[in-house]
């Protein structure tokens, strides 16, 4: 089957983000319209089935891509598309010349976690009792790119 990751369009597409990430997350975790309006949101397609969502913050400013969620359908999970849709993280922000990445998660999200280290991210800091329902502490994780590194351009 055929593997792409397609641009969101907005508004057109707002309540499919938010579906979308009430069926990952759940009720507590998930983004508000206001918020989804400010991110740059990127599906991932499966034979046109939408198997993924991932959503960036660009500070250009600071040279550094934060990566506001990254979901797989629970339908999909234990496939292989979160592997897929880091990789495609790491390469989108070297690509667009980014020399830091940032996401956070809920320390309880054990896989996550591990998954950010296998490409290379760096636990920075943990801010304890920043999720609730349930309580949860956050983990904010890091990868610094190399310049000219390995795939610098995609």
């Not at 991110?39 to 499966?46: A, D, F, K, V």
């Amino acid at each position: 089957m055929l593997t792409i990751f397609r641009r969101a369009e907005l508004p057109k597409e707002l309540r499919s983000l938010m579906i979308f990430d009430r069926k990952v997350f759940g009720e507590s975790d998930r983004f508000d319209a206001p918020y989804w309006q400010t991110l740059e949101s990127y599906w991932l397609l499966e034979g046109g089935v939408k198997v993924g969502c991932c959503a960036f913050e660009r500070n250009v400013a600071q040279n550094s891509l934060y990566i506001a969620t990254t979901g797989i359908h629970p339908g999909f999970q234990g496939r292989g598309f979160g592997r897929l849709m880091k990789a495609w993280e790491v390469a989108f922000a070297r690509h667009h010349g980014f020399k830091r990445i940032v996401t956070n998660c809920r320390k309880r999200n054990t896989a996550m976690i591990r998954l950010n280290k296998n490409f290379g991210f760096k636990a920075i800091r943990t801010e304890p009792r920043y999720y609730s329902d349930p309580v949860d502490s956050m983990v904010v994780m890091e990868l610094r790119l190399a310049p000219g590194s390995a795939f610098s351009r995609v």
